[in-house]
C-alpha cells in the first residue's frame, strides 16, 4: 500500500529539511493547521497542493496520486534562497562583512577535512 497524501507532505518536508512551522510559513497556512493534515486530522485541498507544488517545486500529481516523480523540477535550495533573502536586505557593509565571515568559515572546514 502507498503512502498517504499526509505522508507524502512530510516526506517532503523531511527531505528539503524544514521544520512544520518553515514549511507552513512557505505555503501561508498555520503551523497548527499543517500539523493536522500531516497527522492526517484534516484533509488537504487543492489550494494547499498547488501551493507546494509553486512553493517547493513538487509535482501535483505525485502529491495526489503518487504518480510520476517527486520533482517537478531540481528540489529547491531552500536554505540557500533563504540566506539569499536574507543577504539582499542587508546594507552593503553588513553583506561584506557576511562574505568575510562565509569564507573564513569555508577555509576552516577545508582545514578539518
Same mark, same amino acid.
Given at each position: ?7 507524502? &507532505? ?14 507552513? %510559513? !512557505?505555503?501561508?497556512? @498555520? ?19 498547488? &501551493? ?14 503518487? %504518480? !510520476?516523480?517527486?520533482? @517537478?523540477?531540481?528540489?529547491?535550495n531552500v536554505r540557500l534562497e533563504q540566506m539569499i533573502a536574507i543577504f539582499n536586505e542587508l546594507d552593503e557593509s553588513f553583506q561584506n ?17
Amino acid at each position: 500500500m502507498g503512502l498517504s497524501i499526509s505522508s507524502r &507532505l512530510k516526506s517532503i518536508r523531511k527531505f528539503l529539511k524544514l521544520s512544520q512551522k518553515e514549511f507552513s %510559513k !512557505g505555503i501561508y497556512i @498555520s503551523q497548527s493547521y499543517y500539523n493536522e493534515i500531516e497527522q492526517g486530522r484534516r484533509k488537504i485541498n487543492d489550494r494547499i497542493i498547488e &501551493l507546494v507544488a509553486t512553493e517547493y517545486g513538487v509535482n501535483k500529481d505525485w502529491i495526489k496520486n503518487a %504518480k !510520476g516523480d517527486m520533482w @517537478s523540477k531540481a528540489p529547491p535550495n531552500v536554505r540557500l534562497e533563504q540566506m539569499i533573502a536574507i543577504f539582499n536586505e542587508l546594507d552593503e557593509s553588513f553583506q561584506n562583512y557576511v562574505l568575510l565571515q562565509t569564507r573564513e568559515l569555508l577555509k576552516m572546514q577545508n582545514q578539518r577535512s
